[in-house]
């Protein structure tokens, strides 16, 4: 990374690990979401430079809502124990055991069930006070405004009037019994700086990213995948599809792209030339609009 | 940059990015820098064509504002519904708090810190402005250089933005008259040199036809200066002070077993290099720096804005808050401060209130002990009779912190120079502050008669307090020696030297000077006890039934309960 002609990586990575250690100084029990996506990989990494030599001093917490890639869920696992990291996987499972599924609830009620609820639940039950997630600030408008610390109430919840100021490096933790902050150290990171780092690092990643033949079926505009166990619906025929994933999430509600890069700098090139955001093929923001900012009050990352 | 790039971004954006990753071109560097503007000039606009014509917009996004039917401008889109972010603010029309957008050419990655410009403008630009390193202010052509505008070139000199670039905007509707682009030139660059602002540049601009902003256009040939988006692309980055004296405060402290202790933190000035003398701040302790650690491997050098860490050729106390410094160019200290402060809460802040100051790694307490004025941010005259202050005031203000605070000033070195107020009971951040100097005690402020108890407190940082050490005289000295270099008040007080009745009188002595007071006791005197911790008060009165044998686990074991005494309990951040 050090010899990198691209410097403004080298100054994100320096803030990025500047924020992580300074959070881990200040909280009494930080926790990692670790979402298994490009983005969790790069701040996986910022968290090894960060610590080094020492090992990343807090466990990674996965939220499993058991509709993930199998992919995902066997990259997690090996990549955990490669790196020697804790790795807590969390579901819940109250709400999987009474049937929660995309296609009876519906995406918006399926998420505040499986991640929303899942999520405050397993913070609260391991006393994390800080958690970090990889959001980043370009990937959706109301995320444009999101603080590095972003403060939670006791109950989880995001009250944007309530945040405060940030200025300088001068980041301020404190907080009551009971409140959180969720600490973004890839705020300031955009989508084409990640594959930028990821190539520059050699940073693995799930193989969904790239391209291949893949058993897939069109459903609402979307290619889902069925060759990831997502059952198919009546009257639905599935075919191969080249295409990959741009943004990793649950299987039913992830759709590829048609996509020949199977290499990250063929990744770089396909996202510098077409010009449509991440999230597009995210089912979950296009529900209504402004669903983001709805389930971010509500506590989503 | 060839021009051939900036008047077709189109095409040739994506081919020299990609290139750029597989052969050594030019750095890409990073610039951050802040936008500020009225209501109605226009900077959504602005912002929105910065990004629509860098191509950082996407087409799905593209679709969305066309899908929403809004179009409050005579272009074919709305670039300003690119940028107005949460659903509550598109509702009423306006932004509030401070947005950052993101976009990159070949040269650089930008950081935009987009803050409003209705009421909460003062809050919201220092904000945005704290982290930037240049600001674009945008200027209605067809109105002039507003108070608005002058609130932000003088807010842009009181942040320390070396690069302040007027745009002046809506020229289309000036009929692209270099008459009324002159006005405003002039005006601006007076009103910069008043406030000493090294840098500027004035472009004119039509943010809705996209004149100047990436593009040149056709319409002011008269104007030969560059587009607002090549000026931005070559600002230099003057916030590196990698030949400045070595400023690294200590962040946190890795030690992945007892052989290795590693400091790690960001450098906010000069270079460290392996072999260089360092002293330790506020213990005075002098080393050397033996290594730069970094996962890829060790550094011979780690220039300012590097995130590293670094061990010593000598084993000395050493912890987070803590500053190394160049020992031939050392920092100011002090406990007296003169600091601009813009206050960001709508919580009142009167003199005579203490909150927690922090300052790079280092939290303590502080008092705002006077208002010596106020800014006038109309007339930008001060205002003397200030007794309170309230969300977007900015005052000259001296303030007292309970330990010795080393600082650059704020001018000089952002990091070494900024602090933030946090109040103590809602923990909300209440004002933003900006070291000038340290200061002696001011006549004015100076109070009459027998110094009482309370100022001492005051001054010291901490109340009187004793450690009753039954025949553990190893640990008299080592505890004193940590006591001073924490810059507390602390003496120790042994029976060897005092009969029991004696050594009562010295005590009540030492606790009216507010001194941290460390008895050595043998078993001979452990009687007075009781009356030793009336004089104290028990909640000040430390003696552990129990003390591990080894020195350091001993000494460790009795600093946290007298910072749990000298602080409060419950903050263990605060020095």
């Known amino acids: 990374m050090q010899n990198s002609h691209l410097q403004h990586l080298r100054q994100l990575e320096a803030e990025s690990i500047f924020i992580l250690r300074e959070a881990v100084a200040e909280f009494a029990q930080p926790v990692m979401l670790y979402s298994i996506g490009k983005d969790s990989s790069v701040m996986l990494r910022l968290a090894q430079k960060a610590f080094y030599p020492g090992k990343i001093p807090f466990p990674l917490l996965h939220i499993d809502t058991s509709y993930k890639f199998p992919e995902m869920i066997q990259f997690r696992d090996d990549y955990a124990r490669a790196i020697g990291a804790e790795l807590i996987v969390h579901s819940n499972r109250q709400a999987l055991e009474e049937g929660a599924n995309p296609y009876a609830l519906g995406t918006q009620r399926c998420c505040g069930l499986l991640k929303t609820r899942a999520l405050l639940n397993a913070l609260a039950e391991g006393g994390f006070d800080a958690a970090f997630g990889g959001a980043r600030r370009d990937e959706e408008k109301s995320r444009a405004k999101e603080r590095v610390y972003s403060f939670r109430d006791a109950s989880g919840q995001w009250e944007p009037r309530n945040q405060r100021p940030e200025l300088w490096e001068l980041y301020n933790g404190r907080h009551h019994q009971g409140e959180s902050i969720r600490v973004f150290p890839l705020s300031n990171w955009t989508e084409l700086d990640i594959w930028l780092y990821i190539e520059a690092e050699k940073i693995p990643i799930v193989p969904l990213y790239f391209a291949q033949e893949r058993e897939a079926v069109e459903r609402g505009g979307q290619i889902i995948l069925t060759s990831s166990g997502v059952r198919m619906l009546p009257g639905e025929k599935a075919r191969k599809v080249r295409c990959r994933m741009r943004s990793l999430g649950c299987a039913p509600c992830s759709g590829a792209i048609r996509s020949d890069a199977d290499t990250v700098p063929l990744i770089i090139e396909e996202m510098i030339a077409f010009r449509r955001s991440e999230r597009e093929n995210r089912v979950i923001d296009h529900d209504e609009e402004g669903s983001m900012e709805t389930k971010k009050r509500e506590g989503y990352f | ?575």
């Not at chain 2, 909460?120 to 674009?136: C, E, F, I, K, P």
Request: with cysteine.
């Open chain 2, 1 to 575: 940059m060839s021009t051939a790039i900036v008047n077709s971004p189109a095409t040739a954006l994506p081919l020299v990015m990609t290139v750029q990753l597989h052969t050594a071109t030019p750095e890409k560097s990073l610039l951050r820098f802040t936008t500020a503007g009225s209501v109605d000039d226009g900077k959504s606009t602005l912002i929105g064509r910065l990004l629509y014509d860098s191509k950082a917009i996407y087409e799905d996004q593209i679709t969305a504002v066309q899908k929403s039917g809004i179009n409050r401008s005579s272009a074919p889109i709305d670039l300003s519904l690119f940028t107005d972010g949460l659903r509550a603010e598109r509702e009423q029309g306006i932004t509030i708090d401070v947005a950052y957008r993101y976009f990159s050419t070949p040269r650089r990655k930008f950081i935009i810190a987009d803050t409003p410009g209705h009421e909460q403008y003062t809050r919201n630009m220092v904000t945005g402005a704290s982290t930037a390193n240049a600001a674009v202010i945008l200027i209605d052509a067809t109105k002039g250089l507003l108070s608005q505008s002058r609130r932000h070139i003088y807010l842009s000199a009181l942040l320390g933005i070396d690069h302040v670039i007027a745009a002046v905007n809506k020229m289309d509707l000036a009929g692209y008259d270099q008459n009324v682009f002159q006005r405003v030139e002039q005006e601006f660059q007076a009103f910069c040199r008043q406030f000493g602002i090294r840098n500027t540049c004035v472009i004119p601009v039509s943010a809705l036809q996209g004149e100047n902003v990436v593009e040149h256009g056709e319409q002011m040939q008269w104007y030969d200066g560059p587009t607002l988006l090549e000026l931005l692309e070559n600002i230099p980055d003057t916030n590196a002070h990698h030949s400045a004296a070595l400023r690294f405060p200590v962040q946190y402290v890795i030690r992945p077993d007892a052989a290795f202790r590693g400091f790690a933190g960001r450098v906010c000035a000069g270079t460290l290099r392996p072999g260089a003398a360092v002293v330790a701040l506020p213990s005075g302790v002098k080393s050397r720096i033996k290594s730069i650690i970094s996962y890829d491997g060790e550094l011979d050098s780690a220039g300012t804005g590097r995130s590293i860490t670094i061990t010593l050729e000598d084993e000395i106390d050493l912890g987070r808050g803590d500053l190394l410094a160049c020992p031939d160019s050392m920092p100011q200290v002090g406990t007296r401060l003169q600091a601009n402060l813009v206050w960001l809460h709508s919580d009142q802040m009167r003199p005579g209130k203490t909150f927690l100051l922090k300052h790079t790694g280092r939290t303590m307490r502080a008092t705002v002990s006077s208002i010596q004025h106020c800014i006038d941010i109309n007339s930008f005259s001060t205002v003397n009779a200030a007794t309170t202050l309230r969300m977007n005031d900015i005052a000259s203000v001296i303030l007292e912190t309970t330990q010795p605070l080393y600082f650059d000033p704020y001018q000089q070195n952002r990091t070494m120079g900024s602090f933030i107020l946090i109040d103590p009971m809602h923990n909300a951040t209440v004002a933003a502050g900006m070291i000038v100097t340290t200061t002696g005690p001011s006549s004015s402020s100076r109070s009459h008669g027998e110094v009482q108890l309370r100022e001492r407190i005051l001054r010291n940082g901490h109340p009187p307090a004793a450690v009753w050490l039954v025949d553990r005289p190893d640990l008299a000295a080592a505890l004193e020696r940590e006591i001073f270099a924490r810059g507390w008040h602390g003496q120790i007080l042994s029976d060897a030297e005092f009969d029991p009745h004696q050594l009562k009188a010295v005590a009540r002595a030492f606790r009216n000077s507010g001194a941290i007071t460390v008895l050595t006791i043998s078993a001979g005197t452990y009687g007075i006890r009781h009356e030793i911790e009336t004089i104290f008060g028990s909640e000040h009165f430390i003696a552990l039934s129990s003390l591990p044998e080894k020195q350091c686990d001993a000494l460790a074991v009795l600093l946290r309960h007298l910072q749990a005494v000298t602080g409060d309990a419950n903050e263990n951040q605060v020095d």
